[in-house]
């Protein structure tokens, strides 16, 4: 399955995209690495640890907001503690929700993908996303090996700052962390990621 496939159009707003390859002598060692790499995607827990210091912290929750220790799902939230003040809406959280985890194999090949959407905190009633994108932003992690090669990369679209937030004080610190993050904070932030995840 082409990158095309797994990601969404870009209408609106900017996109990005941020990548990490890694070449193998053989395509049994890239196999066997590609096992490694996706339980590290499916695992984000760790992803702070891949990351490093200086970079957002994610923690896993059901669709309720419970904080679970298991590999992701479709339907969980990422709690997502960036560096800096959070929302009064999200409770000092910046929330996206799963939209899709797909898989595929080829011959030569296989690709794991989980898509994920800026969303409402589940832990309260408040309507507004709770997250300084909007909620037609979408962000794809995805982890792929071609033959010998193996590709980590971390695609956004259509990013636009979340004005629609109730609290006058969200509404500013959003579109100040959503211009940083679409100038440069994301980028740095999904750098890290990409090379953690492919580092040995």
Avoid at 82 to 88: K, M, N, R
Avoid at 145 to 165: F, Q, S
Wanted: hydrophobic share 35%; proline share 4%.
């Amino acid at each position: 399955m082409e990158k095309e496939d797994l990601v969404p159009q870009q209408e609106t707003g900017a996109q990005s995209n941020t990548e990490s390859v890694r070449g193998f002598e053989t395509s049994e060692a890239a196999a066997d690495f590609f096992k490694k790499l996706k339980v590290r995607l499916l695992n984000v827990d760790d992803w702070h640890t891949l990351s490093g210091k200086a970079t957002a912290d994610f923690c896993l929750t059901d669709n309720r907001g419970e904080e679970v220790n298991r590999p992701v799902r479709q339907g969980d939230h990422f709690k997502i503690d960036i560096p800096g003040p959070g929302t009064a809406t999200g409770e000092g959280y910046d929330w996206v929700q799963v939209e899709s985890i797909k898989e595929e194999r080829t011959e030569d090949g296989e690709t794991l993908a989980i898509q994920v959407r800026p969303a409402t905190n589940p832990l309260n009633d408040k309507p507004d996303v709770a997250h300084f994108f909007s909620e037609e932003a979408t962000s794809c992690f995805m982890v792929k090996r071609e033959g010998t090669t193996i590709t980590a990369g971390v695609y956004g679209r259509n990013e636009k700052p979340n004005t629609g937030a109730e609290a006058l004080l969200d509404k500013a610190r959003n579109v100040a962390v959503a211009t940083g993050a679409i100038t440069g904070f994301a980028k740095l932030q999904w750098k890290s990621l990409v090379e953690g995840l492919v580092r040995d």
